[in-house]
């Protein structure tokens, strides 16, 4: 893993997913644009069909031109039609105006070949603008370069951070990402949902799903922790026995201690035959007993609940990221999965609603 690096990754995602390609292609990543300019170019400087050799029969000789001046105008037009198509592939929005001087120069070039045929109109022009085009060389807009590179750290920083969250969940060794259920974990991906939010050149539903899977990841890793640890689950119960460990939640051996403690003062008052005060605190003793297990019971029911809970968040998940699940959709899942709001924030549903207008 010494090799991973966050670039490389993305790279590798925007391979498997052409969805996201648009949103490379306006940081200035699209390899779909050098190929299809470098094929162009290429046809560009063949060499044209030659001209017929002459029979002298006047009819004949006629109709070979012809034909001769239609094939030369084919020979340009098929790399001129390429241009044209070329400029329909997603690119960095800011060169739009150096799209347009080539269609100009395409239609100068067609209307050349039409006035002058058989004759070469030179492509040179033509082929300096789509390198120009090509390598982002626009001299109109010095500031393009600082804009492609912000644009650069934003595909990093924002759309990239679920691709460094799973890769750091994939290596025990990795400690740049705080655990899951962690508050800084929490405050990190909403702030990353609120960047991505309102960065909205990235907005892509690859990316908005990325998020959104980060964020059941996460609350599911919190559904796990309530599962297993018993004061979490004795916090939800109601009615509470009132002992130590009520008062005093951080305090892990708070009821052993207490009770620890009557035990010890109720000895120490039957010695002194104290028995106005014996009695209640035997009484008490007890009651607490038998509290105690009762809440046993109760937890034991809860952590039920919450396990089916778990196990109903789970399925979700997997629902959504094999797709059976929209975006649209899953907001209504959440809100019953989260019923009092402790693990999914406005910012969550607001990214499942990001997409619901595009057709």
Not at 2 to 21: P, Q
Not at 273 to 280: Q, T, Y
Not at 316 to 330: A, C, N, Q, V
Not at 342 to 354: A, C, I, N, S
């Amino acid at each position: 893993m010494a090799d991973w690096s966050i670039w490389k990754a993305l790279e590798d995602w925007r391979g498997r997913r052409h969805e996201l390609a648009p949103v490379f292609a306006r940081a200035g990543v699209a390899p779909d644009v050098e190929s299809a300019i470098n094929m162009v170019c290429v046809n560009l400087k063949r060499h044209p069909p030659t001209p017929p050799l002459v029979t002298g029969d006047k009819t004949r000789d006629e109709e070979s031109v012809g034909m001769y001046h239609a094939g030369f105008y084919r020979h340009f037009d098929e790399s001129f039609y390429r241009a044209e198509s070329l400029l329909q592939l997603s690119w960095v929005p800011e060169v739009a105006p150096l799209g347009e001087r080539i269609r100009a120069e395409i239609v100068r070039l067609r209307q050349a070949l039409r006035e002058h045929p058989g004759k070469n109109p030179g492509t040179d022009g033509l082929e300096k603008l789509l390198r120009q085009y090509g390598n982002l060389d626009f001299p109109d807009m010095p500031q393009l370069a600082g804009i492609l590179s912000e644009r650069r750290r934003q595909l990093i920083d924002v759309a990239g951070y679920p691709l460094l969250v799973q890769h750091a969940l994939t290596d025990p060794c990795n400690d740049d990402i705080p655990p899951l259920t962690s508050a800084e974990f929490r405050l990190e991906l909403m702030a990353r949902m609120r960047a991505y939010k309102e960065t909205e050149w990235l907005h892509n539903r690859v990316i908005t799903n990325a998020y959104v899977t980060l964020a059941l990841e996460m609350a599911l890793a919190h559904k796990r922790l309530d599962v297993i640890d018993d004061a979490r689950v004795a916090r939800l119960l109601k009615n509470r026995w009132p002992s130590l460990s009520v008062l005093l939640p951080e305090f892990d051996q708070a009821d052993q201690v207490w009770y620890l403690l009557l035990t010890i003062l109720t000895l120490c008052l039957i010695f002194m035959e104290m028995w106005v005060l014996v009695v209640p605190l035997i009484l008490w003793l007890n009651l607490s007993l038998g509290a105690h297990r009762r809440e046993k019971r109760e937890i034991e029911a809860r952590r039920g609940q919450l396990l089916a809970r778990m196990k109903s968040m789970k399925r979700t998940k997997d629902r959504f990221t094999s797709g059976s699940i929209s975006l649209e959709k899953l907001a209504f899942q959440l809100r019953q999965l989260d019923e009092n709001d402790e693990y999914f924030d406005d910012t969550v549903y607001e990214l499942t609603g990001l997409h619901q207008h595009e057709a």
